[in-house]
């Protein structure tokens, strides 16, 4: 996951400031030398190094981040240096980089704190809200690649003025990180290849993208959704939508609340209320689908959920099928052939996680080399039995017992032999909710009783992809990049797009 993104960024890492730093400082005396701090960003955890003398800041340096290529380098080149300049870490945020501003502000503070500085966060100025009332012929609320692509088919239809919203400071949502993405066309491209290319179209096209903007409800006129409701950070919108609204506001994966109201009374849901770990961004809320049912839409497969018994990042030694699976304190764990038992297993565990084991040498690369994906992707190795169980803080007697009774029962080519060993620490997380807001074949919102809800439509993981008792209804493909042309066009009163002739002798 991500590895386009840890690649590219890598050139970034180690990098520092190199304006000369302010002749005084605000912040007092240091001890002089180099320290640490961790801010949130973006996209997780940034680490920054701060390098002081006695009386003052020598050089800000980021040395690992997971932030957006596009983004985070006008943060990345203008936080250090305004703290150099300004001598203190509370300096502004950059615009269009706001999250990834902070998180470099947070980490210089933090690290500046444990040098001995002493600098007081400025007073938060008076919040003063604006209210505006916007008007457009389609609105859709989401920037992600099945927003974007309706916005695309949009424009290119014609007809109406189009306005995107985007909750994030940057468009692309989940997409933004697809390494690999085949277009309707066959063509292969990145997430973040299409995306650029498919706003630049809207762009120019004259539709208005507005990012900082959350969806945080649905105007209802006689029936029909007729606007939205949405707020930045300083200003409160409704805004009219004369053809309709289109909520791609990805899936709900990032909001516990939701995927525990969904998944109801079960053994699994509890597991998941005390270790709920998560695949999606806190962005991936479910706004378009809590807006959706205040204003009387269905819903549909809220209770299934894909949950892996790994994330991708802990998996460097191979299924945990195929390798020996003890607990934390070195319990064998028969791994059974029903998957949902298996899961129910390891969430039944007092840490929701385990450990899997097998040599060495069969430990891959690790799929990302960035500290936010790493920090629970843990490997230990070891010569012996008894060394593994100390790296693993296990009891090596039930360790040893339990590496016996594997290799009881595991064929020739799985079983544990005297040398080299390795044991990953892995944790169960959920991986997708393709349930969602309930639509026909065209995108179009429906309610309890099957009827259209006028106004509404919902596209890409906003949209349900299975029934309530797991039965496909729509592939996150056809949901991707079939629903949001169909949706435009019904939206706007556009026939189906023709069938291409059958070829003639």
Known sequence: MKKWTALFLSVLLLTGCTQEPAPSQPGGQFQPGRYQGTGEGYGGTITVEVEVSADRIEAVSILSHNESRGVCEAAFEQIPAEILRQGTPYVELVAGATLTSQGVIDAAAQALEQAGGEFTPPDPEP???????????????????????????????????????????????????????????????????????????????????????????????????????????????????????????????????????????????????????????????????????????????????????SAPEQRRLGESRELLCVDSDGRWLTVPEEESAWLQKLMELPEGAYWAIGPAESAAEPQTDTAAAQKDARLVTAGTLEELAEAMGADPDLLRQAVESHNAVAPEGERLETGDYAAEWRTPVLAETPGGIRTDERGAVLREDGSVLPGLYAVGAAAAGVEDDGTELWSAAERAMLLPGRAVRTALGLPDEPEEPEASD
Request: charge should be negative; avoid cysteine; hydrophobic fraction near 40%.
């Open 127 to 309: 919040e003063v809200r604006t209210q505006r009332e916007l008007y457009a012929g389609l609105v859709i609320a989401g920037a992600g690649g099945a927003g974007m692509t309706a916005a695309a088919e949009a424009v290119r239809e014609g007809g109406a003025t189009v306005l995107v919203l985007e909750q994030q400071d940057i468009i692309g949502g989940e997409t933004l990180y697809e390494p690999v993405l085949t277009l309707s066309d066959g063509t292969l491209t990145s997430g973040y290849g299409m995306l650029g290319d498919l706003r630049a179209e809207v762009e120019e096209a004259g539709a208005e993208l507005l990012t900082g903007v959350k969806l945080t409800g649905l105007e209802v006129t006689d029936g029909r959704v007729t606007g939205v409701r949405a707020e930045s950070a300083d200003t409160d919108y409704l805004i009219h939508a004369q053809y309709g609204v289109i909520l791609a506001t990805g899936d709900y994966g990032g909001n516990p609340e939701l995927v525990l109201a969904g998944a109801g009374e079960t053994g699994l849901a509890e597991g998941l209320q005390e270790h709920f770990r998560t695949l999606s961004r806190g962005s991936s809320d479910g706004s378009g689908l809590t807006a959706a049912l205040e204003a009387g839409a269905a819903a549909s497969g809220l209770g299934q959920l894909e949950i892996w018994d």
